[in-house]
């Protein structure tokens, strides 16, 4: 099953915020981090923002997984 573009979007900056928040850091700590700005790391949580590759990696980086956690989405079991 292929995903659609919104659930995409919608997985990533859902994954981003949890690990995010995991490491305890601010959206503004964080951008640094990966130099990025603020308002960017928010519309990308708050699905508003699509993002390249480049960035992609980026983030993973600064988050210290692996590129492809950022795609999982969490099952949620009846």
Do not use: W
């Not at 850091?25 to 923002?49: L, P, V």
């Not at 980026?58 to 795609?71: H, M, N, P, S, V």
């Amino acid at each position: 099953m292929q995903l659609a573009t919104m659930d995409i979007i919608k997985v990533f900056g859902d994954n981003l915020k949890k690990y995010r928040t995991a490491m305890g850091i601010s959206q503004e700590a964080f951008a640094d981090k990966c130099g990025m700005h603020r308002t960017y790391i928010s519309a990308i949580e708050c699905y508003r923002r699509s993002i390249s590759l480049e960035n992609i990696q980026r983030i993973a980086d600064a988050l210290g997984i692996e590129t492809y956690k950022l795609f999982l989405e969490e099952k949620v079991d009846d």
